[in-house]
């Protein structure tokens, strides 16, 4: 089956309805959906029902594929509209309401530190964002889609998808910027409370 290309493999598929075809792309895509599926869910379990949705789902709209863009970026788009309509409705914003005796020591410093509330700083501001504005930066920045690419997946004009991408980046740095002032506030108060000021 490796000598078909994705397209190949589709129209062989729904001209004959012989598993085998669905296999192979299925062998194919089924680790990239489902790591795509855990990006939005962060669990594990649902990102496995999500792929077993989407799949299904799939074995239906295989007639409807018209070849206008690429089979992958045509099953992303899948992806991404199941996850983001499945998962708009769970979005949380908890990490605002975690415990704040759990505020690390980050005491000494090191870079690798540094970059670890980086890192933490950036999950936490997108997570504020909604589904749509999630998956089109994840889209963009994490999978290196094209803004024609993301425009024929969302069914927008590329200067639409311009514009959101605009407006969720600066949603993702105001939300960035109000954590990494969160933190200092946390760790003045942290600093405050161990070696309290005396006159």
Not at 112 to 135: H, T
Request: proline share 1%; glycine share 2%; aromatic share 14%.
């Amino acid at each position: 089956m490796k000598q078909y290309t994705d397209e190949e493999l589709v129209r062989l598929y729904v001209d004959t309805q012989r598993n085998q075809y669905f296999e192979a792309l299925y062998t194919r895509y089924c680790d990239k959906v489902y790591r795509k599926c855990l990006s939005f869910t962060k669990d594990s379990a649902r990102a496995e029902d999500f792929t077993h949705d989407i799949f299904m789902k799939l074995i239906i709209k295989l007639g409807g594929f018209k070849e206008q863009a690429k089979f992958a970026t045509w099953l992303y788009s899948v992806t991404y509209n199941y996850c983001t309509d499945h998962t708009r409705t769970r979005r949380s914003n908890e990490f605002l309401t975690e415990d704040i005796d759990r505020v690390p020591d980050y005491s000494d410093n090191n870079d690798a530190e540094i970059a670890e509330m980086q890192s933490v700083g950036l999950r936490n501001a997108l997570e504020q964002l909604n589904a749509d504005e999630k998956s089109l930066l994840m889209m963009k920045y994490q999978d290196d889609f094209s803004i024609r690419d993301i425009a024929d997946m969302t069914k927008v004009t590329e200067s639409a998808v311009k514009m959101r991408l605009k407006r969720a980046k600066d949603k993702l740095r105001k939300y960035y910027l109000e954590g990494v002032v969160m933190w200092l506030l946390l760790a003045l108060r942290y600093i405050i409370t161990k070696w309290p000021l005396r006159f």
